[in-house]
């Protein structure tokens, strides 16, 4: 079956760093997604992804879907202690299939 | 209004008890999921409903049995509980290609 391996799966850093975090698959995907989850509460999408290339920015959240379709990457720019939780990746190859999730990257931020 | 509410968000319960998740979104979507997720943090996909049809349905203990009675609704029902199905269970719904969450129902079996 497909599976995502996220990377790290843990970042401890400073307030005021940046930060990067990426997913690849074994296969293609054609929407990748990426989400945080805050303690208690359930995933929020942060950015969507739906074009290989494509490069979307949220505010200091920036997401690229890779051109090979088997990757996507995070980045968060002057981190904030509110950044703190955990971010997934998730994709699938189209609406019908099942949504595949990451593993998961715990980010602390240290005031 | 949260666009995709589960209700208990607590559950504490004792093994062999059934008991009952409901689900609700308020978004117009015709699919909904039921994904569970574990100590490890790591989400995945129970089952999947369209307009009130089951499409997945993964390698899960038939004693989860879900149920739609509207296409707005989505229930998770589960018998005979173990310890093992202590878990963060949460609901979600698809619009487009983006799927949006329910806050998540904790469920602790002792």
């Known amino acids: 079956g497909q599976q995502l391996n996220q990377s790290p799966q843990s970042m401890f850093i400073q307030e005021g760093e940046d930060v990067s975090m990426n997913c690849t698959s074994s296969s293609i995907f054609n929407t990748w997604l990426w989400y945080k989850q805050d303690p208690g509460e359930g995933p929020v999408l942060l950015i969507a992804l739906y074009k290989a290339g494509e490069l979307t920015s949220n505010g200091r959240l920036t997401a690229q879907f890779g051109i090979t379709r088997k990757d996507s990457f995070l980045n968060i720019s002057a981190s904030i202690p509110s950044d703190v939780g955990i971010y997934f990746c998730a994709g699938y190859v189209d609406a019908g299939n099942m949504l595949t999730f990451g593993g998961g990257t715990r980010l602390m931020v240290k005031p | 209004d949260t666009a995709v509410s589960q209700t208990p968000k607590y559950l504490v319960t004792q093994m062999g008890n059934d008991k009952s998740i409901k689900c609700e979104q308020n978004l117009g979507h015709d699919t909904m999921y039921w994904y569970k997720q574990d100590s490890k943090k790591f989400l995945k996909i129970m089952f999947s409903y369209n307009n009130k049809e089951l499409i997945i349905n993964e390698t899960v203990p038939n004693r989860f049995s879900p149920k739609s009675p509207d296409k707005a609704h989505l229930n998770l029902h589960i018998n005979s509980l173990e310890l093992g199905d202590s878990a963060v269970y949460f609901c979600?719904?698809?619009?487009?290609?983006?799927?949006?969450f329910g806050e998540g129902s904790w469920l602790t079996v002792v």
């Open positions: 979600a719904s698809r619009g487009g290609n983006t799927i949006y």
